[in-house]
């Protein structure tokens, strides 16, 4: 078995099991966060000095990141390596891998995330929840 076939099938299995990250991924209107988002972390076309350099990351992708990140009070390296690792978060977000000072200059960027988080009617978790404290990432 290839690969990609491999990878295809754990996916899969993940899926019959009824992974919460495809059903949040379908059921969240993620676009509907994009203007609140960029109006906070991103720079305005006019105010950019030039376009030379490396475009910026998606900011639907960086608050993706950050909601993973959140109800397991991960760091950003944690972040990392299971964006790498797990197939199920890079099936959520879209994409292979991103490096963790993304992560972090977008969090700091974010500084209204606690209302971003009220959308979802929810505060943002500020510790794991009991149990995930001590499991291991």
């Known amino acids: 078995m290839g690969r990609r076939a491999l990878s295809m099938s754990r996916l899969e299995a993940v899926s019959a099991k ?63 390596y299971l964006i790498r ?9 879209d994409l292979e891998l991103r490096p963790r000072s993304m992560i972090w200059l977008f969090r700091e960027a974010l500084a209204l995330i606690d209302k971003l988080f009220q959308r979802f009617g929810q505060p943002r978790l500020q510790h794991p929840p009991a149990g995930l404290a001590s499991a291991p990432v």
């Not at 690792?85 to 977000?93: A, G, I, K, Q, V």
């Open 18 to 80: 009824g992974d919460p990250l495809e059903t949040s991924k379908k059921i969240v209107r993620w676009e509907d966060f994009r203007a609140d988002i960029e109006a906070v972390t991103e720079t305005k076309p006019e105010e950019r000095k030039s376009d030379a350099g490396r475009k910026p990351y998606d900011a639907i992708l960086k608050f993706k990141i950050v909601v993973l990140q959140s109800p397991h009070n991960l760091s950003d390296g944690q972040t990392e």
């Open 85 to 93: 690792d797990r197939l199920s978060f890079m099936r959520f977000l």
